[in-house]
């Protein structure tokens, strides 16, 4: 997906592998785009929790729109409340699209 990692970037290493080896419950990669890996994401109370809320896209698991609105309603902070409106509206238009493609 063009991510690096465990690679010096001006002087600062980034070492995401060993914080996921530690366990470490949140990374933020930088690349061809921001990527979020989240372990335990708010509004569940476990991995498990959360799993029913995957999807896979173009090979890769991720979670579901209607799974982030749920993050991001739990987690609170405004940034996150200010996407919920533009999410839900999203995911209006996700399902209108998918269910296009399986008329088709």
Not at 40 to 68: R, T
Not at 76 to 98: M, P, S, T
Request: charge should be negative; charged fraction near 30%.
């Amino acid at each position: 997906m063009g991510f690096c990692f465990d690679v010096e970037s001006g002087g600062k290493l980034s070492a995401p592998s060993s914080e996921i080896l530690a366990g470490k419950d949140f990374i933020q990669l930088k690349g061809p785009f921001e990527l979020d890996i989240v372990f335990a994401p708010d509004g569940y109370e476990s991995y498990e929790e959360a799993l029913p809320m995957k999807k896979i896209v173009d090979g890769y698991p991720v979670m579901s729109v209607e799974g982030v609105i749920r993050t991001k309603g739990a987690a609170g902070r405004k940034k996150d409340l200010n996407d919920i409106d533009d999410l839900r509206l999203f995911a209006v238009w996700l399902r209108k699209k998918e269910h296009e493609d399986a008329q088709n």
